[in-house]
């Protein structure tokens, strides 16, 4: 049997989960099973550049993702580079291995480079990049953050002009920053990355496929090796039958995880 | 008018709310007026002794700081030593002031000593509590965690023997890892501190106390001198109409804000 | 009986300290008794700029501090941003709190922003207090230094330029550093607090208002909890009969504490 | 055309060649290529326990580096948990990507767990790991070493014997320094990791499958996403006529690569 | 006209001054011009075990190393290894060079070997030196503190029984916590080293030896290269007139230098 | 017998050679015998600005430390700025102490101020070089890189035209990157220091001539109280006889020491 890999749009909507499924799909080894899924709460807020928004949707996040251990997925991805709710949820993936854009496109960049920039919509964002990246121990290796001055929404807006800021920021993080690798630090930056490292002449790593990559990856080592999370000392879920259970923590009455699930491949 | 201080036990239910009311209505300065609050769902959790369990609550945590900053509350705590939420509560609690006790009960220690060790009540709780003390700066300041062997619940089942293990947990931490003050890393680790640090001979901090003292203390500082939270960078908030409102972002009809609330003082 | 609180003007002279005193009495607690004393050897030097000068006071700041202890003060300041012998008179100072402007200011900013700029007097004294930032834990906090161009005797000499230098300063350090909060470094920049954090829209913090202000509030915690400076491992003082009385370690008659008295509201 | 990997087997004799190539064989994508060298200079050295021999081989590693990116294979690995030459091989790797297998596992450890220990052959090896995990990041993560007290070539000698200290070492490693992974620190410690990590109950990696598998699939994101090495500032290459032709400076007529090359399944 | 080395025996009596200058010329450069003193204020304290007793001198040896500078030494030793005042004092040292025991060993030590233990009297000192060690970026080379029981005045009361105390604590050092240099961690632990490091195998280095050599070869370089202190930026010392002149801040008639001086192969 | 110190040349031809030696015999000590030799392969490379280069020079520079472990040398000095191959040598030096001009120069520059930076030939160099300062435990002090835009074998073609680009690149360092030190990034960097540092006004050290006098007085140090490098834990060598005599490790027949020797004092 295929691999099974959930990719979580980590909002309440489904515009790109089409394109981004497509996208992964190209870019799948044989046999791999996609899903990408919403979360439900549709209303609450079409973006995470805000931590307080990142906030709402952790609950989701865990939800879903203890859904996905359940479903036996082999690998989930908390699809934004905040990583948000990647602790909190790795904790009860029980044997699914848990994967973020940040520290996928991050570990990938240290291993094609020494120092490396991150192109990003707004300012805003670069303080909880920079605390995570700090968190995951990669600091030594942060050249800079360059902002397009643009928002999660706008970057689709109108390509051209996205493309001609994303290599005016590229251009002076690698002239000015010293960088040697790029990352795209948004999951809705996609699109852009080839032509952009054409004409940069450094990597240029599109978060997305970097982190479904490393799920995929990850997948297939706990199915060939037995390589699944840890789950002793800081790793150790609740309880199953005197608390999960008991109480119904994960309760999909309570707030159902939601899912629009595209697997055009395996219809 | 006095200072308005709100303390979120992030759990839903009412257990042990009229004890830490009162301890908290014991030691408040003249006039502050004091609101302690549980989450809504109550459900979902007995305590959070789990990251996934701090995830599910973050969303209401969140939701309980926006309404603290409607109702201009001068300062509000996250009542659990994970500190859970901190970050992305701070980020829409408008002009006021969020405190947390672990960063609240270490910044003290760091004032009455240079090491410290952090009474937990099991070895799970560790890497979690770290991992937090390592991202405010203060990881060369910790001598060790000591566990109980005890969770959350059975604080106060037996409290002589629950005492018992804390001599017998500080005492070791003091000789063994050299701590020169000794944490209660949960804030239902209440009612012990004072006859331990009597016995023991460091001061034992109870975390629950140092943080109500420290948003008091900060609440005041906003009143007196106008410093309440940046809103700049990385502080910046979501846009007020266009998103909070126009989305409805934290609105009460989704996931209401619950509570109850004991203020016996002002009654 | 009130909260006894000294700050020691950590200089020979007793120019501002009617000023200091005046400041910390509008805004102390209900019954905080409040002494603002200078160190005695007046002809040695007017400011701290130097940390040769910071030296020379070390021993005097030790003597009053433990002159505080013997008084049975609650807590003392040592009154300059480079917090000078700090960790020296912790040691000795018995049951009294000690508490220094740099770690408050540094301290509060964390808890109302992520990133904090120091306006400084001259470039000269930003080496000296990144490396107290470095030993705090906060290095990661720090956006920049941004000078002054003006000495400490200089600051109350132009209030009107003072003023439009430290508005220029503060605006570089948050649109170019990224500063999310203004810390003035020097318990002589008082005045000027207000008014620049309504023109630049960040919170600036006055250090010796925040430096007052935490020792007020160490002392009560010391007072209702008994959280004392701890007195084993690091912190353990010298034998008070064996030494301390035997070779009169901090005799008065060899140099005495000095001290102008101003206590204006308990006559 | 499938992916070409290239694992380097950093000693000059070609026991346990086979058996890599074979367990490499057996977990590769459809497709993959595995070319299993060793250096040449047969007589210098068994083993790399010391630093000394590390430095030995380094030269030879980075010619055979250099022979890959010529002969364009997509992927190398430096096939040694010290990691040696791997800085200086990234160099000149061209459009190779290069892999080594103690950032490999520990990389792969910090996505199933927070705190990782490294079973080792003797003490030595500690501190030389140690510090490759620094510069790695990865400090914070690292719970301990655990020694076997067996030399590499002792590993397989009496493999229930190893196996027995491997138990002991990894319980300790668990029970004692609280790790939630383990990492078998040899690529010489293969055949171990399956029984071990079901008899101790947390993954354990085994370094040269790990690192085999991240080099297949780094080769993999090069070929789809033109991700290969950067090739500015630090990661520039010496100019490839200027010097390394017409210096000759990776002549294999000096120290010409060498290897006894497996490839049994595309014969 | 030989190099003019001053070493500043940081206590107010002379006991152990002859022999430490004995065995300073013992080991001199020819032509080196040794003078050891002490402070003059010989009622404070016998040793500076205490952080406050290192307050109480920081004046004394600030104007000690001035003295040092105008009598154009050429380097100078503050001979303690808590390093007290090694900072305030180079800023006004001129072109002195100033060096102190803690910094000069580890330094040494780290030529040596990857990790050190310090051998202390007392549990006391460990937290006052590893902040140093952590000040000079040396953390990751320190092993351990091992305590011998033993305060300052104690060492050379029963030689024997000191030295069967440190074999012990030494072998601990080495033997439980990997260290492969050993340091004696106090000026006054005089006499032992060479003993020591023959009975346990590992460099054993005796710091007031370590010191006075380094400031030895410090002041060669300044005289051969011109490489004195640094002036500028947090090395900038007070105006010489404006300031020391004017305000007479190093008068010795306030507190004068002074000092028993031995310097037998000059008379 | 006079102190012998070796200086490796980390290239294969000699230029420069004779000039260092003089320039060395000029400094040293008297008695102090100077070998300076270079490598042997000469056809490698003409000089080790990428890590490559640095990577096919390891062995040899192993071997000929060997040699002068045999030969009885007391230190041994690798020269070159990226000090390559400096653990590797450490390792079986036996009683020589091996020495290299990164480590030796930033020490220096830490003894005469707080932050430091180096000026480089081409910005390639600085990755490199940074990391090895992270390594030593020194990056808080590394004010910046400043490059000439020469390379190595440039320095000497136009050497007014070098000088005025240092003159350049320093006085950037000081003014716009607070540098209180220079340090001439390179061994090729001779004969500027002094006049440089007349000209910009503080020390800027010539790292050749740091790290023989390092070397001379490290040399010494072992003579006289035998702190000669640590053979324990991450220190151990290979076994002398199972390994080295009977693998033939070092053996001079396989790549013989090279070196034209220069030692124009002792003729």
């Known amino acids: 049997m295929g691999l099974k890999v959930r990719w979580i749009r980590t909002v309440g909507y489904d515009t790109h989960n089409q394109r981004l499924a497509d996208d992964f799909g190209n870019v799948r080894n044989p046999g791999t099973d996609i899903e990408v899924v919403s979360l439900k709460n549709d209303s609450v807020t079409h973006h995470l550049e805000y931590q307080s928004y990142e906030g709402l949707v952790t609950a989701d996040i865990v939800r879903v993702v203890r859904d996905a251990a359940v479903q036996q997925f082999d690998a ?5 580079f905040y990583d948000p709710g990647l602790m909190e949820a790795r904790e009860i993936s029980g044997d699914t291995v848990v994967v973020a854009p940040c520290q996928a496109s991050v570990e990938l960049a240290m291993s094609l480079g020494n120092k490396f920039s991150i192109i990003i919509g707004r300012q805003k964002w670069a303080d909880r990049m920079e605390s995570r990246i700090r968190e995951y121990g990669f600091h030594h290796g942060l050249a800079s953050f360059r902002e397009l001055g643009l928002g999660v929404p706008d970057f689709h807006k109108d390509r051209a002009e996205t493309e001609r800021r994303m290599i005016a920021a590229a251009r002076k993080a690698i002239q000015e920053d010293r960088a040697e690798v ?3 630090g948004c999951t809705l930056e996609f699109g852009f990355y080839r032509k952009l490292q054409e004409i940069v002449g450094v990597p240029v790593i599109d978060c997305a496929l970097a982190a479904f990559k490393r799920a995929e990856a990850l997948a297939d080592l706990k199915r060939r090796f037995g390589w699944k999370p840890s789950r ?9 039958d005197a608390e999960i259970h008991a109480w119904n923590v994960f309760a999909p009455s309570l707030v159902p995880i939601g899912g629009r699930v595209w697997n055009p491949w395996e219809q």
Request: with cysteine; aromatic share 6%.
């Open 182 to 184: 790029i990352i795209l």
């Open 232 to 240: 002793v000392w800081g790793c150790e879920p609740p309880p199953e």
């Open 76 to 80: 989930v991805v908390v699809g934004c």
